[in-house]
């Protein structure tokens, strides 16, 4: 979706103008964008391990503390890893959703930009 709104946002660019920093912007936007989303995941992630090794640490206290009644609670822990392991491979999806929308960013504002920006840096003639 956003990869749709960014493409909606640049314009085609044959010299030097408004429109060349305009879309250098919106890509470089959405570069900062993916940057940030991957750093709330990767924090994500490291919540995820948190909980994964408190889970397992109660697993293992369970089975050796209160032998008679950890099987009951075996299920639940099943359950609980299952959704740990979603929720990973959802914020993988995420990622690489991100990789491929940010690689069309730069990719549609390099086929729209057909100068380099640095060459607007020069003082007119």
Not at 76 to 100: G, N, P, S
Request: proline letters at 2%; charged letters at 15%; a positive charge.
């Amino acid at each position: 979706m956003a990869t749709v709104v960014v493409a909606t946002q640049l314009k085609r660019v044959t010299e030097c103008g408004a429109e060349v920093w305009a879309n250098l912007g919106v890509a470089v936007g959405a570069t900062l964008f993916v940057i940030l989303l991957a750093a709330a995941v990767y924090n994500q992630w490291m919540t995820l391990d948190a909980i994964q090794a408190d889970l397992g640490r109660q697993k293992d206290k369970l089975k050796k503390e209160y032998v008679q009644v950890a099987n009951q609670f075996s299920a639940v822990y099943d359950r609980l890893d299952r959704r740990v392991a979603k929720h990973r491979a959802i914020l993988l999806a995420v990622l690489a959703l991100c990789a491929v929308g940010l690689a069309l960013t730069w990719f549609i504002f390099w086929h729209l930009t057909s100068i380099l920006p640095t060459a607007c840096l020069q003082p007119s003639q």
